[in-house]
């Protein structure tokens, strides 16, 4: 794989959208899962790590706006991590907040996608004890109001 085929990839995943559930969390997380391979034999295969941190924050920006435009109201989370067992950066959503991704280790939230995409590339592995660096976005539950007011 090489840095425009990663990058396309990426761009490719924004187009997509997301799929919202019934509420089942744990289902909408694997619906809606995005993988994208490591570049081979080590090494960041060319790719720019900053055009690539652009691209997921681009993609993460489109997810949000689709999941803004559905009409439920609903909340939802774009997230990106570095699966480091799988060699692979990831992305998925959740119809709820940060605290609703279904993941059974411990999380940190990273600002920016940037040290995500760092340890990527760098093939680096987290160690069991280490939380898992998260990358995510919000989208608040829109505000209801009650016929007639």
Do not use: C
């Not at 090494?43 to 900053?50: C, E, F, R, S, Y």
């Not at 689709?66 to 991590?81: E, F, K, L, M, Q």
Request: charged residues 25%; hydrophobic residues 40%.
């Amino acid at each position: 794989m090489n840095a425009s085929t990663l990058l396309d990839l990426v761009r490719e995943a924004a187009g997509a959208g997301v799929w919202r559930g019934s509420g089942n969390l744990a289902e909408e997380a694997l619906e809606n899962i995005e993988y994208f391979p490591a570049p081979p034999h080590g090494g960041t295969g060319g790719v720019d790590p900053l055009e690539l941190a652009t691209a997921l924050t681009e993609a993460v920006r489109a997810w949000l706006g689709d999941a803004a435009s559905d009409g439920t109201g609903r909340p939802g989370t774009v997230y990106v991590w570095h699966d480091d067992q799988a060699a692979q950066l990831r992305m998925s959503f959740v119809s709820g907040g940060r605290d609703d991704i279904p993941f059974g280790v411990p999380l940190v939230f990273l600002d920016r996608p940037h040290d995500i995409v760092d340890d990527f590339l760098a093939g680096a592995y987290r160690r069991p004890d280490d939380p898992v660096k998260i990358f995510a976005r919000e989208l608040e539950a829109e505000a209801r109001t009650a016929p007639g007011r």
